[in-house]
């Protein structure tokens, strides 16, 4: 599997990884290993650029029109159609505003904070398929992987909140740890739930695995996706996530009627811009996981090459409920969360991973 | 290519892209030093004391927790995955399969029921903070 595996395009058949895509596209691939190399590094930008312009589109522009519309007001009209261009305008004026370090930071975190947590939210997008073929890589051990890697963010919040010697940050990022390990492990057991039913890490085959119908009901296939076929495992692993990536009601780590705003209370200029960056890439990156193990990936009516589109659609969706759930439901305190992430979550996300487990074994 | 390759493209963009942000707002912004600007935040008071308080015991007790759990995770992980095939293959019956995995997990829910007993999983509180609650009810 070492060598023959890592050369060898996918197995199952029509899907073409990007990177080789772009290398036939502009013709890097008669260039040897540097073009390659080349191509693979453009289709990482592709990637890196898609989930940036998605988190520009949602922060500066569709957060406000949303919690307006929830708060029965306009928000931003005035530059472009629905006041769209204020993305533009937010970008030069948060990018131009002065850095103020606080006088007692701990240099060296305290300027990595920002880069480790936007930096690492990108990471677990490399192995999401989006559909249409954009899907930069597709190891093996991809879910464990994305696991993996949207862990790494609560080392950049403890970073940020310890480095910046402020009181609110400190606390702000000791929540923010401790919230993320105690919803982590009711995450990833019901995310194995869903590995019981595919067999496999691989995302490619576990959105294949949802491809399948369900039942026919009128000449019309419902398909096999696992938030159809296990719901109670999607409710889980839809609260848990919101948890992970600290959205309401579980926003406790930058709570602003406790703590002002948590790690990020010290950090301005591009340093907030970038940990803001980090948070929203997490959401969409929470998104994109449900939507390729719960809802089929890029699966959707049309032909295969509107993938992508439906892709965008159901992470837009779960984007949509997290500020649904933030103009609705009302914070929880710390130690609430502390025990329904322990007492709540992880007793029942056993429970899930059990029942599932003897289901499947009975079934089959 | 390799995947692997790939995904180290994407932490290669994943560095640039921050960086190059960083290097367009050091162009772009002004630098004003002023007195006190860089004094820590607290909500517009002068800062007392310092900032490495002290805080809640919880937070060392369930990363302790965590820890076992996580390990748990990673060891399922495999068990998972060869799950739905070691069913379907007729060579092995259920209860060989199932039973090592409900005892490994029964065996780390009875620590989780220890844990609980013990208050790890309950937020503590300082005397003060029990004698008010206890008033309250």
Redesign the interface.
């Known amino acids: 599997m070492v060598g023959g595996y890592?050369?060898a395009p996918l197995q199952n058949g029509d899907t073409i990884?990007?990177?080789?895509r772009i290398?036939e596209l502009t013709g890097l691939d008669g260039f040897g290993v540097g073009g390659?190399?080349l191509?693979?590094?453009l289709?990482?930008?592709v990637?890196?650029n898609l989930m940036?312009a998605m988190t520009g589109v949602a922060g500066p522009w569709a957060k406000r029109k949303i919690t307006a519309a929830f708060t029965d007001r306009i928000a931003v009209n005035r530059l472009g159609p629905g006041g769209i261009f204020i993305i533009l305008a937010d970008a030069?004026r948060l990018?131009?505003?002065?850095?103020?370090?606080?006088?007692?930071a701990d240099r060296p975190a305290y300027d990595l904070a920002?880069?480790v947590v936007?930096?690492?939210?990108?990471?677990g997008?490399?192995?999401i398929p989006m559909g249409s073929g954009v899907h930069?890589?597709?190891?093996e051990v991809g879910l464990?992987?994305v696991f993996a890697v949207s862990g790494i963010a609560s080392l950049g919040l403890v970073m940020a909140g310890y480095s910046s010697?402020?009181?609110?940050s400190?606390?702000g990022g000791?929540r923010a740890?401790?919230q993320n390990?105690?919803y982590?492990?009711p995450l990833?057991?019901t995310g194995?739930?869903v590995?019981?039913?595919?067999?496999?890490?691989q995302m490619s085959e576990i959105v294949a695995a949802q491809a399948e119908p369900l039942v026919s009901f009128a000449g019309l296939d419902i398909p096999r996706w696992y938030a159809l076929v296990n719901p109670f495992a999607f409710v889980l692993f839809l609260v848990a996530n919101f948890a992970e990536v600290g959205r309401n009601p579980f926003d406790t780590p930058e709570a602003p009627t406790e703590i002002?705003a948590g790690y990020q209370?010290?950090y301005s200029?591009?340093y907030f811009?970038?940990i803001y960056l980090g948070e929203f890439l997490h959401i969409f990156l929470g998104g994109g996981i449900i939507a390729t193990i719960f809802l089929g990936g890029p699966a959707g009516p049309g032909p295969a090459a509107l993938g992508i589109v439906w892709f965008i659609v159901k992470i837009w969706a779960i984007f949509l409920l997290t500020q649904w759930l933030r103009s609705a439901v009302p914070r929880v305190r710390?130690?609430q969360l502390?025990?329904i992430g322990?007492?709540g979550l992880?007793?029942l996300s056993?429970a899930n991973?059990?029942l599932t487990?003897?289901i499947?074994?009975?079934l089959? | 290519?390799?995947?692997?390759?790939?995904?180290g493209?994407?932490?290669?963009?994943?560095?640039l892209?921050?960086?190059g942000?960083?290097a367009?707002?050091?162009l772009?912004?002004?630098?004003?030093p002023e007195t006190s600007?860089?004094?820590?935040?607290?909500?517009g008071e002068i800062p007392t004391g310092g900032?490495?308080?002290r805080?809640n015991i919880?937070?060392y007790t369930?990363?302790l927790?965590?820890l076992v759990?996580?390990i748990e995770?990673v060891l399922?992980?495999p068990w998972?995955?060869?799950?739905?095939?070691a069913?379907?293959s007729d060579s092995v019956s259920?209860l060989e399969?199932?039973g090592p995995?409900?005892l490994f997990?029964a065996i780390l829910?009875v620590g989780?029921a220890w844990a609980?007993r013990n208050g790890a999983?309950?937020?503590a509180q300082t005397p003060r903070q029990a004698a008010a609650d206890s008033d309250r009810q």
Do not use: C, H
């Open positions: 890592a050369t990884l990007l990177p080789e290398g390659e190399l191509a693979t590094f289709a990482a930008f990637i890196g940036l030069v990018l131009s505003k002065e850095l103020v370090v606080p006088e007692n920002p880069i936007a930096g690492s939210a990108l990471l997008f490399a192995v930069l890589a597709d190891p464990a992987y010697a402020n009181k609110y400190l606390i000791l740890v401790a390990i105690a982590e492990i990833v057991v194995m739930s590995v019981i039913f595919a067999g496999t890490l002002v209370t010290e200029s591009v811009v970038l710390i130690d502390i025990e322990w007492k992880l007793v056993f991973l059990i487990a003897v499947v074994g009975v089959a | 290519m390799n995947d692997w390759i790939a995904i493209a994407l932490a290669l963009v994943g560095l892209i921050p960086l942000m960083m367009v707002s050091y772009l912004r002004p630098t004003v600007k860089r004094a820590t935040y607290e909500s900032t490495r308080v805080f919880q937070y369930v990363a927790l965590f759990f996580d995770t399922l992980f998972a995955v060869v799950y739905l095939d069913v379907e259920l399969i199932l995995m409900l997990v829910l989780l609980w999983v309950q937020w």
